[in-house]
């Protein structure tokens, strides 16, 4: 069964300083990858996504994230944080195939707190 | 362009009763999906909607139904609501091609159940 893991519940990092958020993935094809981001009491945005191609793309916001097949990882990652980068970030995996249109799989998210 | 607008923002909701929440894909789309968040259960896939059909579906009971329009809006109902219900219902809209869903999100319904 397709299961998306975010090992980090919860990340505390220092403004200015780097980030890189974890995501894990269990599907047998190649999948379709993405991330989004939450803030309080709002909806989902998307941050970025991965179809195929190069292994490393960029997203809104300052954001990029990197497919590794060999790790079944799909990281986030942003070289100096904003205080209103502070939300909850979830991965998602999006499976192929005529009988799983329109579902997305979901990590449990990843609370960011920035410290000033 | 109008992103996805769900309607209302925010329901309080009785025991037993039953609640319908709207949902108005961006422009173009023509598939609609929708997801509960909760605490304890994250984000959860409910259904999809293509072209007024449902064409796939979460795992939840059948007191969940869904519906869509020509227009490509679309509606969720709950019947005999109970507490656990409570979350946060999330709509989203994607252009479609066959398994691709890159999906816009809209604010989401807030529903309530005392």
């Known amino acids: 069964a397709q299961s998306v893991t975010q090992p980090d519940i919860h990340i505390t990092v220092s403004e200015g300083a780097s980030l890189e958020l974890r995501c894990n993935y269990s599907?047998?094809?190649?999948?379709?990858l993405f991330w989004y981001v939450q803030s309080p009491g709002q909806g989902l945005q998307l941050l970025l996504k991965y179809f195929s191609g190069d292994t490393l793309v960029q997203g809104i916001k300052g954001f990029e994230a990197e497919f590794k097949r060999s790790q079944s990882s799909f990281n986030l990652r942003k070289p100096s944080v904003h205080w209103s980068d502070a939300a909850e970030y979830f991965c998602?995996?999006?499976?192929?195939?005529?009988?799983?249109?329109?579902?997305?799989?979901f990590g449990q998210g990843t609370t960011l707190q920035v410290k000033p | 362009k109008a992103g996805v607008t769900q309607t209302p923002r925010y329901l309080i909701k009785t025991r037993g009763q039953q609640v319908t929440l709207s949902c108005s894909p961006i422009s173009g789309h023509r598939s609609v999906s929708w997801y509960q968040q909760t605490p304890g259960q994250g984000l959860q896939f409910l259904f999809e909607?293509?072209?007024?059909?449902?064409?796939n579906k979460g795992n939840f009971p059948g007191r969940f139904s869904g519906r869509q329009f020509s227009n490509s809006r679309s509606e969720m109902n709950v019947s005999t609501l109970e507490l656990g219900d409570s979350a946060l219902y999330l709509c989203?809209?994607?252009?479609?091609?066959?398994?691709?869903?890159?999906?816009?999100f809209g604010q989401g319904t807030r529903l309530t159940v005392v």
């Open positions: 998602a995996v999006g499976a192929s195939g005529s009988s799983n249109t329109g579902k997305l799989i």
């Open positions: 909607y293509f072209s007024e059909t449902q064409r």
């Open positions: 989203a809209s994607s252009r479609t091609a066959e398994g691709l869903t890159e999906a816009f």
């Open positions: 599907y047998g094809a190649t999948p379709y």
